[in-house]
């Protein structure tokens, strides 16, 4: 791959990370663990949770990942803005974790916005960031052709980001069963 840098030896940018994995595959605890390790304790961890609390079952969750996550972190809401809060908060020695990508893109379709043009923001904003960065996303083609065409419209998007974001990133791992496969970059 000469010709070639990587997020990760460009010099200027910071390591971009993408961390795919199925429901309660482990990714979630997979990329906090890496986004602390990317801190290497100099500063608090920052959690763009994507997700809204839009009902009881959601508001558990969320509840559950904060009790897991503990005091090491700080946590921002970011349903829809997430290439602007990555600019505005991406720093040197203090990683950020985006959890997840598929609720964020869920918000993208609900809000009737372009995702491939906030994909390309995503991206762009992923390049230029001054930190770490790790992305959690749910893979969601590894199933059945879903029955109705929004749900084939979101496993589509869903992977197109996943491509655009993968090729941008330094390191990807998918999770199954609590186990890394890395994809892409180094294990460590």
Request: net charge positive; hydrophobic share 50%.
């Amino acid at each position: 791959m000469a010709g070639r840098t990587s997020a990760h030896s460009a010099g200027k940018r910071h390591t971009v990370v993408l961390v795919l994995g199925g429901a309660r595959s482990g990714k979630s605890a997979f990329a906090e663990a890496e986004a602390l390790r990317l801190a290497r304790g100099k500063s608090k961890a920052l959690y763009m949770a994507t997700a809204e609390a839009g009902d009881r079952e959601m508001r558990t969750r969320i509840a559950m990942h904060r009790a897991r996550r503990g005091t090491a972190w700080t946590t921002l809401e970011i349903p829809l803005e997430l290439p602007a809060a990555i600019d505005a908060h991406a720093r040197p020695g203090a990683p950020i974790l985006v959890d997840c990508l598929t609720l964020w893109l869920s918000n993208l379709l609900a809000a009737g916005r372009d995702v491939a043009a906030q994909t390309d923001l995503l991206c762009k904003a992923l390049k230029r960031a001054k930190g770490p960065v790790v992305l959690v996303s749910n893979e969601v083609g590894l199933g059945i052709v879903p029955d109705n065409a929004l749900a084939r419209a979101f496993r589509d998007h869903a992977g197109r980001l996943h491509q655009a974001v993968g090729a941008v990133a330094a390191r990807v791992a998918f999770v199954a069963a609590g186990l890394p496969i890395f994809l892409k970059g180094p294990k460590k």
